[in-house]
């Protein structure tokens, strides 16, 4: 095997090695996946918590982070309707321990893959009535429920959708409507995942209502398994969710993925270990 090494502005290479503390090679590797100021090359290297965008910048973020803290202090059940996938199972836990720490009365609904299918569907949304929940979260899907939103909120029940998937042309009219990919949304990272998403509305949640935010940061070893697992982007901040993520498995803060490491022999959990490993 012959590498050719591509060729760039001798400038830029030295800006960046000398900058950044960098080999030559380390520069032009950089340079190549378009990443060209110190400071994008600092993010994308050294970037940590600090450097994540402002959560709020999501359209409708706040106000569904609103809707979930009235459901926790006056009690509401709010039921979480997740995927059966493994960005939707970590999106679903994600939600589920959160609020749980929080003292919500809370449930989760997973739809069964070969007789449901994916997202939201009519029967499920008359069972969770049926259950006694006040407020519907989905994660990882609902943004093409048109019909099932309605129904939710025709039966009494207030709904926020929480979803990263390509929307379509015709949106569904929930209580809030969380998804970065909506047609004006400013929120730079457009590649969150579905457990990424549902973790920046806790984190808002946690911060308003003053609780422990390590509980939440301790939460991103699911995050990590949810963005590796559905084959997100590893940049800007999805790279600094699954880096601290990856620490977050590697501290045994999480028993189910401890006990996943144990079964696959893993001392140190890598990405490649989630999608080739733990997240299958």
């Not at 600090?50 to 106000?63: A, F, H, T, V, W």
Request: proline letters at 3%; hydrophobic letters at 45%.
């Amino acid at each position: 095997m012959r590498w050719l090494v591509k060729k760039n502005d001798r400038q830029l290479v030295e800006n960046l090695t000398k900058n950044c503390k960098l080999t030559e090679l380390q520069a032009n590797l950089l340079l190549n996946r378009g990443i060209v100021s110190v400071e994008d090359a600092n993010k994308y290297l050294y970037g940590d918590l600090s450097s994540l965008y402002n959560p709020l910048l999501i359209m409708d973020l706040e106000k569904g982070a609103d809707i979930i803290i009235d459901a926790i202090k006056n009690k509401k059940k709010i039921t979480i309707f997740g995927d059966y996938d493994a960005d939707g199972i970590t999106a679903t836990a994600t939600a589920m321990l959160a609020l749980q720490y929080l003292g919500a009365n809370v449930d989760y609904y997973l739809p069964h893959r070969l007789y449901e299918g994916y997202g939201m569907n009519s029967e499920a949304i008359r069972k969770i009535k049926d259950a006694g929940t006040d407020v519907i979260v989905t994660v990882d899907n609902g943004i093409a429920s048109v019909n099932e939103v309605k129904l939710a909120k025709e039966l009494g029940m207030k709904i926020v959708v929480t979803d990263h998937h390509n929307c379509p042309d015709i949106l569904p009219e929930p209580d809030a409507l969380i998804n970065p990919k909506r047609p004006g949304d400013v929120y730079p990272n457009k590649n969150l995942c579905g457990c990424g998403l549902i973790w920046r509305v806790l984190e808002v949640v946690f911060t308003k209502m003053n609780a422990n935010i390590d509980y939440i940061y301790d939460l991103l070893a699911l995050v990590a398994v949810g963005t590796v697992a559905d084959v997100m982007n590893l940049t800007d901040e999805n790279r600094i969710l699954v880096k601290e993520g990856l620490m977050a498995i590697n501290a045994n803060v999480n028993l189910g993925l401890s006990s996943l490491m144990k079964i696959f022999n893993l001392e140190e959990v890598k990405a490649e270990d989630i999608g080739f490993k733990i997240g299958p």
